[in-house]
């Protein structure tokens, strides 16, 4: 199923909808108020929220982080239209590889494309994020994803 989203720039003032959502969903949110991360709210056509996610670009590189689908829309589609957008978004602002961090949802961007690495082949950059160094697990699959 294609589902059709708008994606709606988050300011630094108005993230608690996507820190509650995060948390919801037991997702990492310790660091989503720094001014530099990139997050944006996701609404159907019909202007139902869908969820929430984001970008922490580095150089050439970008971290793809908080990708969260709200429970009443989610096994539409939602989650994966949401990382088109981002990567869409990435490529825009001259990214040429994404990479996230999962504890549960390795096979979800597997089928997206994503591969699984390890961590010796993040770039430093990436390496370095709050959510790689302190908030995600050293369990957590590291997947990244060539935009270029």
Do not use: Q
């Not at 589902?3 to 993230?15: D, G, N, Q, S, Y």
Request: aromatic fraction near 8%.
């Amino acid at each position: 199923m294609t589902t059709h989203l708008t994606a709606f720039p988050l300011a630094t003032w108005e993230r608690d909808g996507l820190k509650a959502a995060l948390r919801n969903a037991k997702l990492p949110f310790g660091d989503v108020d720094a001014p530099d991360h990139l997050f944006w709210r996701f609404e159907t056509d019909d202007l139902i929220p869908a969820g929430f996610g984001g970008l922490e670009i580095r150089g050439e590189d970008a971290l793809l982080r908080s990708v969260v689908t709200l429970p009443p829309v989610r096994t539409r589609g939602v989650g994966a239209a949401i990382v088109a957008i981002l990567e869409v978004e990435a490529r825009a602002r001259g990214c040429r590889g994404l990479w996230l961090l999962t504890t549960t949802a390795a096979e979800f961007f597997a089928e997206l494309g994503y591969g699984e690495c390890d961590r010796a082949a993040v770039p430093p950059a990436i390496r370095t994020t709050t959510e790689f160094a302190t908030l995600c697990p050293a369990s957590a699959t590291v997947m990244t994803k060539r935009l270029a």
